[in-house]
């Protein structure tokens, strides 16, 4: 079955990095868009950035454009997010996501999800 499956979560402080993996399996990977969201505490989910497959572009929400990298690596199914510069509004829970065709790219179509993992900025 699809799994999707998210890493690298946990505590920084403002200012400081974190990068994220999604280990992904059950479906094509190389042909597949790809996305971070995230849900902030008590707030609905927020849609990060998306990359198409390889060759493709790379968007991102306007909250995180200059600090934060999306990223594939084909060949052993993984996403990654890189943050950088983080600030305390990036506190989150952050999820992986498929795009279900690319006609739905960036922020469409999300039909498989992990369960997400954790990030907590805070001094």
């Known amino acids: 079955e699809v799994q999707l499956v998210e890493s690298g979560g946990g505590l920084v402080q403002p200012g400081g990095s974190l990068r994220l993996s999604c280990l992904a399996s059950?479906?094509?990977?190389?042909?597949?868009?790809l996305s971070w969201v995230r849900q902030a505490p008590g707030k609905g989910l927020e849609w990060v950035s998306a990359i198409k497959t390889v060759g493709g572009s790379a968007k991102y929400a306007d909250s995180v454009k200059g600090r934060f990298t999306i990223s594939r690596d084909d060949a052993n199914n993984t996403l990654y997010l890189q943050m950088n510069s983080l600030k305390p509004e990036d506190t989150a829970v952050y999820y992986c996501a498929k795009l279900r065709s690319a006609l739905t790219y960036p922020v469409g179509g999300l039909n498989y999800w992990g369960k997400g993992t954790l990030v907590t900025v805070s001094s």
């Open positions: 059950g479906f094509s990977f190389s042909s597949s868009a």
